[in-house]
C-alpha cells in the first residue's frame, strides 16, 4: 500500500506543500535576509531533509515568552504601584536621564530599563572567589534568596550549592531555584526533588512548553544571577559544576568572571528574573526594594536580552558599546562568531584608530564552535584587530572595556547565539574606578596570552580550511 506510486507521489506533494507554507514562514519571520533566503531555499527544494530542522532551528522568535511576558509586565506594573511614596522616590532619585557616557545612551530605551545610579560593583575573578562570596551572601539571607543557572551539574559544588538552599529554606526564607532544561539536561531529578522537599520553590525553563512551542528547543535561558533580600546581586559567566572552580582537565584552569552588585539596579534584576520565573511557574516572585543605605557611586545599566525581545537586544548592545569607544575596546569571550553589524562596527573602531583587542580561548570546548571562531578571528586580524588566545586554560569570561570609563560583565557571549537565541544578561557599569580594575585583570590575562597572525591560517592545512569555512556555515545556530 504505502510503496504504490500513487500514495508516494501523495506524501511527496504533502512534504513540498508543507514546505512552501514553512518558506512562506521564514520569508516573514527569519530576522536576517541570508537566513531567510537559506531557510526558504530548502524548505522549497529539500522539504523532507529541513522540516523537522526548521521545526526545531527556524524560529528567531519566542512567541509564547513574548505573551507571559506582556501578562507578566502587567502585574510588575502592579507591584511598582504598590512601592511607598518613599520608596518610589528613593527609585525616581536614582535614575540617570542623560548618562555622560556615549555607551549608555541607548539603553534605556533600548532595554526599556533606566540607567540607575547609586551602585557598588566589584568584581570576583574566577571560581573560587566568585562561590565564596555567592555562599557567603546566601548564607546572610534573611527574606528572600533567587538562585538562577544555566547549567548545574551534581558534583561537590553542586551539592554545596543544595545543602545551602535547602538550609534557607527550613529556615524559613523564600527561595526560588531556576535552572534552564537544556543546560542541565544531566541534572539527576532526585537533585530537585530533595529541594523541593525542604521547600525551595525550583522550577526548569522549558521553552517547549505549550503545544506551540513544542519543538523551540533551539532557546535556552543562559542567565547566571543570584540575589540576596534584594539587596545583593550577583552575575557573570560561571555555571555550577567543579569545572568552573578549575578541577576538571583538560580545560583546567578554568578562566571566568562574575560581578557583586549593590544599590538601586538589583531591582531590575529582579524583574529580569520575574519574566523568567513568571514564565516558568506562572506567578509573581516576591521582589524587594535594595535598601537606600545599599548603594554606592557607580552608574549601571542592566541589560537583559532574549528572542522574546521586539528588536535584536543583545547584537545592538555590543553594535552601542563597540562604536562608542574612542580609545581603546577590549573584549574577551569564549566563542568569537560576529553576526555582520557587529564585526563591521569592529572594523570601523579599527579605522577610528581604537585599540581593539579581543581575547579568545586557546582550548576548543565544542569544536564546530571553535573551528568557525578561528576563521573569524583571522579575518579579524585581516581587518587589523589585536587577536588573542589565552594559553593557561580555558577562557570563559564575558567581559567588555570601553576605554578608561565603563565595562560590561555578564553572560552574553560574542556570537549569534547570544545575540539571537539565548536568554542573556549583561550589567554595564560607568566609573573609572570599575574600569580600571577590568584594565587591571584584562591586562594580566592579554600577558598570559598568545597573540594570532595572519600566517596561521594561511599556513594551515587546507581542509583544515574548508572545515572553517563549513564550520562558519552553521553561525547562525551555533
Known sequence: MLQSPSVIAIIVLAFHAVGVVAALHAVMTVRTAPGAIAWAGSLVMMPYFTLVPYLIFGRSTFAGYVDARRFNDDRLREIRHGMTPREREARSACVVHAPAQACMRALPRLTGMPCLANNDVRLLINGEQTFEAIFAAMARATQVLIVQFFIVHDDALGQRLQALMCERAQAGIKVYFLFDRIGCHALPRRYVRTLLDAGVDARAFSTHRGFVNRFQLNFRNHRKLVIVDGSEAFV????????????????????????????????????????????????VPHLLMPPPAAGGRMTCQVVPSGPADSQETCSLFFVEAIQSARRRLWITSPYFVPDEAVFAVLRLAVLRGVDVRILIPARPDHLVVYAASTLYAYQAVAAGIKLYRYQPGFLHQKVILIDDEAAAVGTANLDNRSFRLNFELMVMTADQGFAADVAEMLEADFAQARHVGLDEYLSAPAPLRVAMHVAKLFAPIL
Open 236 to 283: 557573570g559567566g560561571h555555571n555550577v559544576g567543579v569545572e568552573y572552580l578549575g578541577q576538571r582537565p583538560p580545560l583546567a584552569p578554568w578562566r571566568d568572571t562574575h560581578i557583586a552588585l549593590r544599590g538601586s539596579a538589583v531591582l531590575d534584576l529582579q524583574m529580569a528574573f520575574a519574566e523568567d520565573w513568571y514564565w516558568a511557574a506562572r506567578e
